[in-house]
């Protein structure tokens, strides 16, 4: 199943998951990639992704982990292979690259993260 990517690219309700610092780490994902989206010439925003999305991923596989979420090793590995793809990005960010983040993101968290709302 595939949701549909937000125009403006911003994070809204429908993508909480009722965690106070993963929302505010999603939204700040979103910010990250509408910035290289707008700036894709602009390696310090790309970078500044990388860095966000990767404390982000760490502290959501913290969160599993302590809550011994059965689930934690297939989503640990979804975050580990968009991390890959992402570190082999450099600037200028292709469009079809951002596109590509748009859409794992949006169904990254409405299609996996979901499944853990009242879990952790």
């Known amino acids: 199943m595939s949701f549909e990517i937000p125009e403006p ?3 809204d309700e429908s993508f909480k998951v009722f965690y106070e610092l993963l929302d505010e780490e999603h939204k700040g994902l979103f910010k990250g990639i509408f910035d290289v989206a707008k700036s894709p010439d ?3 925003k790309l ?3 990388k860095d966000i999305v990767s404390k982000h991923f760490a502290d959501e596989e913290d969160m599993m982990a302590k809550a011994s979420y059965p689930d934690l090793g297939s ?3 979804l975050h ?3 991390l890959a793809k992402l570190k082999e990005v450099s600037a200028p960010v292709p469009t079809a690259t951002v596109d590509f983040a748009k859409d794992w993101l949006v169904n990254h968290i409405k299609g ?3 499944k853990y709302i009242n879990k952790l």
Request: hydrophobic share 40%; no cysteine; aromatic share 16%.
């Open 80 to 82: 580990v292979d968009f």
């Open 47 to 49: 970078q500044d992704l």
């Open 75 to 77: 989503h640990k590995e």
């Open 42 to 44: 602009a390696g310090g």
């Open 112 to 114: 996996i993260d979901h």
């Open 9 to 11: 690219y911003v994070w």
